[in-house]
């Protein structure tokens, strides 16, 4: 297991609102108000009755102790997908700690969150520093129809700069677009053309400009997070 859950509890989505709050009923028959921390439309990931995963934080200074973490959906077969959009980035560094992707070749040191792009006002998700530098920008990736995988599920004005800003460092740099599959019954990854056909002409323009893209694979139970390998890039 890559990443190990804390004890989570198990509830029934009752309506997601507001964009970051989700009133969820749990197995005690609790009703409780949890932070939602994605800030996308969550397409076919936000069905009301699905079953969900919480976990709880005893910090006093937090207005919801709850945060959503996962819901089941059945497009294919029952999968747990993440929510929480900011988990992907901490299973990533853990993958790249323990050195899962061999795509990338060596590096010796993982930085986070590095600024770079023209004016210095972005900040790169990882920068991995050896023989010569890689900037790795990641996406969580939960939207899908059938086996493949998509990104985004809606127009992301700061996606597209983060490609032009990538397609920017080469060929001086390496540059590599890594979008975290957070649900394990996706074998295929293409761009949400039908989201945001500008992202998706970005994406392949940068491609032919040296972009690397990694699709990787996450499967995602009530206990944890594993890595699954890389998807087959549709583009």
Not at 147 to 174: C, N, V, W, Y
Request: aromatic share 8%; hydrophobic share 40%; net charge neutral.
């Amino acid at each position: 297991m890559l990443y190990t859950y804390p004890p989570l509890h198990a509830g029934i989505l009752l309506k997601r609102y507001k964009r970051f709050l989700a009133d969820i009923e749990l197995e005690t028959g609790e009703v409780v108000t949890a932070h939602c921390a994605n800030t996308g439309p969550m397409t076919g990931i936000c069905t009301p009755g699905s079953r969900v995963l919480v976990s709880y934080s005893s910090v006093t200074t937090r207005k919801l102790p709850y945060t959503w973490e996962a819901i089941e959906v059945n497009d294919n077969e029952p999968t747990w997908v993440v929510v929480n959009t900011a988990l992907p980035n901490r299973i990533v560094k853990l993958a790249l700690a323990q050195k899962l992707f061999p795509e990338l070749g060596s590096y010796s040191q993982i930085r986070c969150e590095v600024p770079y792009g023209a004016d210095r006002k972005s900040r790169v998700d990882f920068l991995l520093t050896g023989d010569r530098p890689i900037y790795i920008e990641v996406k969580s990736t939960t939207w899908a129809q059938q086996r493949l995988a998509m990104f985004p599920d809606t127009e992301t004005i700061r996606g597209q700069k983060h490609l032009r800003e990538l397609s920017a460092l080469l060929p001086h740099a390496r540059a590599v677009m890594f979008y975290a599959i957070n649900r394990g019954d996706c074998t295929q990854f293409a761009p949400g053309d039908a989201a945001d056909p500008v992202y998706g002409h970005l994406l392949r323009e940068a491609m032919q400009l040296g972009l690397e893209v990694l699709p990787c694979r996450f499967e995602v139970t009530p206990v944890g997070v594993r890595y699954l390998g890389l998807a087959d890039l549709k583009i």
